[in-house]
């Protein structure tokens, strides 16, 4: 069985609160899952559900990640936030890819660095 993975890459030019932080990667792993295929996320559960928090600059930076990540064939979840607390409505924080096989993952995010 391959190994699997899943990242969230996350806009470092917001400086957002810890728990904020914290909220944003949670939704974005959870919207990456359920959109994603069940028996990968299956897999990835019996594996430990393996994920990486890594730091990108900013909104272009996410989503050129994005691009790549849907060149490879990847799942992605771009959270956009509602604007309740910290941010203005629709500010995009952060983003999920996978769970998917690492070595397609590292190919796409595997220079950034963990946040």
Known sequence: MKELKQVILVVQELNLSKGKLAAQVAHASVEAVLISD????EDWRSQGMKKSVLKVKDKQELFNYKDKAKREGLVTAVISDAGRTELKP??????????????????????????
């Open 90 to 115: 629709g500010t995009v924080t952060c983003m999920a890819i996978g769970p998917d096989e690492e070595l397609k993952i590292d190919k796409v995010t595997g220079e950034l660095k963990l946040l």
């Open 38 to 41: 069940s028996e990968l996320v």
